[in-house]
């Protein structure tokens, strides 16, 4: 249930607020997706959204999210229902949760 929340708060963070986080340009989309998936074996035939995370204020009480930090990205597949969160300083994977994307459409259309 809390890894739910945590996605819906990426969700949010998608959908509601295009500035925060941060979209990734092409270039550095396609070096961040190459480096995590030196890591773990990434979902085939899927392109992810990312996101640069920006505010920690918003997400700090997510559990997804508690050891994250400015900077990190933010991999979601939505068809495989995995999210990923990377740390690209230490090139390291800091979370991974499985993706709910009912419940994250739905936190996303409610009124804030």
């Given amino acids: 249930m809390l890894f739910f929340a945590a996605i819906a708060v ?4 998608l959908y509601r607020e295009p500035s925060s986080p941060q979209k990734v340009p092409q270039d550095e989309f396609a070096q961040t997706v190459e480096a995590v ?19 920690l204020d918003q997400i ?8 994250a930090k400015v900077g990190d990205k933010v991999l979601i ?13 230490l090139n390291k994977i800091i ?18």
């Fill in 10 to 13: 990426i969700g949010y963070l």
């Fill in 37 to 55: 998936g030196k890591l773990i074996v990434l979902p085939v035939n899927e392109t992810p959204t990312i996101a640069t995370v920006a505010n």
């Fill in 60 to 67: 700090k009480n997510q559990p997804f999210f508690a050891n």
């Fill in 77 to 89: 597949y939505a068809k495989a229902k995995k999210a990923i969160l990377y740390d690209p300083s």
């Fill in 95 to 112: 979370e991974l949760a499985p993706l709910d994307v009912g419940t994250m459409l739905n936190s996303t259309s409610s009124p804030q």
